[in-house]
């Protein structure tokens, strides 16, 4: 089982890549589809903890919480990837 930070990490990874910025925005259910080495409750924890250090921003839909990452914070986020332009 991997630590907390990677999960974490490999979360804002994922919705960078996937471009889910602003508006954007991608169902919890395809985050856990696309880190499928991880359990869905380690993933919920995660997104929970990302939550809270203002990171990403959860979006109600009518078929569930929908995740996005919070454009003003994309500088960290992207020295948290080791994002190179």
């Known amino acids: 089982m991997k ?3 990677d999960i974490e990490r490999d979360i804002l990874c994922t919705l960078f890549k996937h471009g889910c910025i602003g508006k954007h925005h991608t169902p919890v259910m ?3 589809k696309n880190l499928n080495q991880y359990s ?3 993933i919920k924890k995660g997104i929970k903890s990302l939550r809270k250090q203002k990171y990403i921003n959860l979006y109600k839909t009518y078929h569930g919480l929908d995740v996005r990452l919070v454009p003003s914070s994309l500088q960290e986020v992207k020295k948290i990837i080791d994002y190179e332009d």
């Open 30 to 32: 395809n985050i856990c």
């Open 3 to 5: 630590s907390s930070p």
């Open 40 to 42: 869905t409750k380690e």
